[in-house]
């Protein structure tokens, strides 16, 4: 960056830049759509200062914004938004153009935690886990009128430190557990045509268990503790 700027302007430049990486990969989207009221650009730039300010609620963080910005924004519409099938779509395109970027950045600063290790040249490495947060206050209930911690799995790059969500384990409607989800998830995300090794590496150790599924030019191993 050639000058200094704040954190909630370079969101909305990063989030700006994201989406028109993520047009311009494609030709044609299912997800593209002008909202004036509330643009997609605004939505994830939002969404991500949600994620680093100290607040306790979404209808904590909605007065928060108001405070700093001095004007009405209804809560109505942003957690109508959170709701959006198609603003989900556009989040998935856009997620994975954002971490491109990000990882460029860290090759441009040759950032390499694993460039000592000249065998692992061609692979990407990455470390994944489950994280589970407490269900939200409208989780609806199940038959049994319970509800569960809500989780997600998400990876680390080895080579630069960057996480990436990868895919839901619940959103606490239910009770489920990471393996079969990262499974599927291996199952989904790997072409057909491409040959892989689908028998999970398992070894056991004090309060941890390594799963790792390996592909020609890819190495993903998970990490679970108990």
Known sequence: ??????????????????????????????????????????????????????????RHFIQNIQEQSKSKFPHSTYFTALHSVRRREMLKAVASESYKIVCSLADESEIDYLKHFSELADYDIEAADGHFITHACHTPKNTKGKVFAAGFIYSMNLRNGFL????????????????????????????????????????????LIIHGGINRKRMMFILFHF
């Open 164 to 207: 990436n969500p990868i895919c839901k384990v619940t959103n606490g409607t239910k009770r489920s557990h990471e393996i079969p989800c990262f499974r599927s998830w291996v199952e989904m995300s790997t072409p057909r045509n491409q040959q892989v090794v689908k028998n999970f590496i398992s070894m056991i150790v004090p309060q």
């Open 1 to 58: 960056m050639d000058q200094d700027i704040s954190m909630q302007e370079y969101i909305e430049q990063h989030c700006t830049e994201s989406m028109y990486n993520a047009l311009a990969a494609v030709k044609y989207t299912t997800w593209e759509r002008k909202c004036p009221d509330f643009p997609d650009v605004e939505f994830m730039s939002k969404g991500l200062l949600r994620c680093i300010t100290p607040v306790d609620s979404g």
